[in-house]
């Protein structure tokens, strides 16, 4: 699903990819993922396959749970620019 004009960033699945980027701010800054609990992962991973829904990951695997958050927050900073 492609981000355009019409679609707002309040839209609840892009708020909940808001209220966590802090983690993947920190992890760009710092290189450490930081309080990233399962449950925030869950609501992360749920909001991104809510645009793609063929979306999956392994969870266990460190450099794939990085890989994921650079992932969905390339989709938000370009979905979140093309709304500006």
Same mark, same amino acid.
């Given at each position: 699903?492609t981000?355009?004009? $019409?679609m707002? &960033?309040? +839209?609840?699945h892009m708020?909940?990819?808001?209220?966590?980027? +802090?983690?993947?701010?920190?992890?760009?800054?710092?290189g +450490?993922?930081?309080?990233?609990?399962?449950?925030?992962?869950?609501? &992360?991973?749920?909001?991104?396959?809510?645009?793609?829904?063929?979306? +999956?990951?392994? $969870?266990?695997?460190? $450099?794939?749970?990085?890989?994921?958050?650079?992932?969905?927050?390339?989709?938000y900073e370009?979905?979140?620019?093309?709304?500006l």
């Amino acid at each position: 699903m492609t981000i355009g004009k $019409s679609m707002p &960033i309040e +839209e609840p699945h892009m708020k909940i990819l808001s209220q966590h980027k +802090e983690i993947y701010d920190r992890y760009m800054v710092c290189g +450490e993922i930081v309080n990233l609990f399962p449950h925030i992962k869950n609501d &992360i991973v749920n909001a991104y396959k809510f645009y793609h829904p063929q979306y +999956e990951f392994n $969870s266990h695997c460190a $450099s794939c749970v990085a890989d994921m958050l650079v992932t969905v927050y390339k989709f938000y900073e370009e979905a979140h620019k093309n709304i500006l």
